[in-house]
Nanobody, 120 residues
Framework: VQLVESGGGLVQPGGSLRLSCAAS????????MGWYRQAPGKERELVAH???????NYADSVKGRFTISRNNAKNTVYLQMNSLKPEDTAVYYC???????????????WGQGTQVTVSS
């Protein structure tokens, strides 16, 4: 299973970016997908999480500014980031909890990360 992220880059404070993450490979189902981020010198933290049933969970620091969504047919998750702040600067990682066979167990997979830099 591979997760390929795209959409990172440099943006000014107050700007917007949209991240995408597409999962491919041997996939029977995906129970949940989400985004995490890691800033220099800090631990990786949850940004947003979306279950296959549509339940969402956001970090308090991004509530009202970020929106997670998913295209189940394409095994793709998106993160729309608005009103970006310098403190949002980090490497953003996609995470997917994948079941590879009908009788298999759930396994967590990670993307390679995409850099988001918010600076004037």
């Amino acid at each position: 299973v591979q997760l390929v992220e795209s959409g990172g880059g440099l943006v000014q404070p107050g700007g917007s970016l949209r991240l995408s993450c597409a999962a491919s490979g041997s996939i029977f189902s995906i129970n949940a997908m989400g985004w995490y981020r890691q800033a220099p010198g800090k631990e990786r933290e949850l940004v947003a999480h979306l279950t296959s049933g549509g339940r969402t969970n956001y970090a308090d620091s991004v509530k009202g500014r970020f929106t997670i969504s998913r295209n189940n047919a394409k095994n793709t998750v998106y993160l729309q980031m608005n009103s970006l702040k310098p403190e949002d600067t980090a490497v953003y990682y996609c995470n997917a909890r994948v079941v590879r066979t009908p009788t298999g167990f759930e396994t967590a997979y990670w993307g390679q990360g995409t850099q988001v830099t918010v600076s004037s």
